[in-house]
Each structure stands twice: as C-alpha cells, then as structure tokens.
C-alpha cells in the first residue's frame, strides 16, 4: 500500500489544548505536531497509572484498523516506548 501524501496546513488551536499537548509532549516525548494528527484521526493519548499494564496496550492494538503505514507508525511507536523505558 502506497504511503498516503501529507499536505501542510495551517490552522488555531486554543491555547488550553496546545499547553495539554505540550504537558503530554514533555512527559512522553511525542511532539505536539504528531499529537494532533493522531487526534485528527481519531486516536487519543492516554496513560496508564499501572506500570507493565500491557492489557491495555494490546486492546488497543487488536482493535485498530490494519495497514502498512499504521503498522509502520506502531512500530515507531514500540521502538520509542522502548527507548523510554530505557532511560
């Protein structure tokens, strides 16, 4: 499957939500530019208080759509996670 063409875009966010992206951004390291393309495809980040709780992470796996940028994306993801935990 051909990898979709992005556009660059301009638009306002209120300030409440930029200043949540960047508290999540600083605590997780995702940047505030791919918090919002995650949030405009309906995905959210969220986290969880118990660590190792990896039911979560597998139900959220399990029930997403399959394609071959989002498993290219997924693995970006686990490979980040994993650079986290790491340090």
């Not at 959210?44 to 989002?70: C, F, H, P, R």
Request: proline residues 1%; hydrophobic residues 35%.
């Amino acid at each position: 499957m051909a990898r979709a063409k992005k556009r660059q875009v301009c638009f306002r966010i209120e300030e409440s939500i930029v200043e949540e992206m960047e508290r999540i951004r600083d605590k997780t390291g995702v940047p505030v530019s791919t918090q919002i393309e995650l949030r405009l495809k309906g995905f959210a980040i969220t986290s969880t208080q118990e660590k190792g709780n990896w039911d979560k992470v597998w139900q959220w796996y399990t029930s997403i759509e399959k394609d071959e940028e989002l498993a290219d994306n997924i693995e970006l993801g686990i490979k980040r996670m994993r650079e986290l935990r790491l340090h």
